[in-house]
């Protein structure tokens, strides 16, 4: 029977509280969502990250930069365009300039119901953090999340 490096046994220790970290304020989150505004944590992000780029001229997503955005296949993230395509919160379309793929970009519905559903969101993620920190095994990740600075 292999040995197991200890340094391994540490990493996974580590990935293992850094997912239930994870867990724990995605399935919060996605309740509070799905109450107030029926959206899942995976359409909020999918709708914040297209909004990020919305009316720039060169702010259009190509489907595949849209799946590494929200971390799904192609294929859930073709559902997930699809459904909220069909809510009427994005549409996709060919580009002018550009006919390799298909582009997507959030509508003004979706833009509005992300600007009503960014506050339930940010209060869950609060109260997810403040939860976490209440076990001490989380106490440091959840540290290095509320002090993490993201570049713009």
């Not at 029977?1 to 990935?15: I, Y």
């Not at 955005?69 to 559902?79: E, G, N």
């Not at 997507?104 to 119901?113: F, K, Q």
């Amino acid at each position: 029977m292999a040995e197991t490096n200890p340094a391994h046994a540490l990493l996974a220790q580590g990935w293992s509280v850094f997912s239930l970290l994870h867990g724990r304020i995605e399935a919060d989150i996605e309740r509070a969502l799905e109450r107030e505004h029926g959206l899942s944590v995976r359409e909020f992000s999918l709708l914040e990250v297209l909004s990020r780029q919305h009316g720039d001229d060169s702010g259009h997503l190509q489907m595949k930069q849209v799946a590494e955005a929200v971390i799904l296949s192609q294929s859930a993230t073709t559902r997930l365009v699809t459904r909220l395509e069909g809510r009427g919160l994005l549409r996709r379309y060919l580009c002018d300039t550009d006919r390799r793929g298909i582009y997507t970009n959030v509508t003004d519905a979706g833009l509005a119901l992300l600007a009503r559903a960014r506050p339930t969101h940010d209060t869950a993620l609060r109260t997810a953090l403040d939860t976490a920190a209440l076990d001490p095994t989380l106490v440091p990740l959840v540290r290095t999340v509320e002090e993490l600075k993201v570049p713009a």
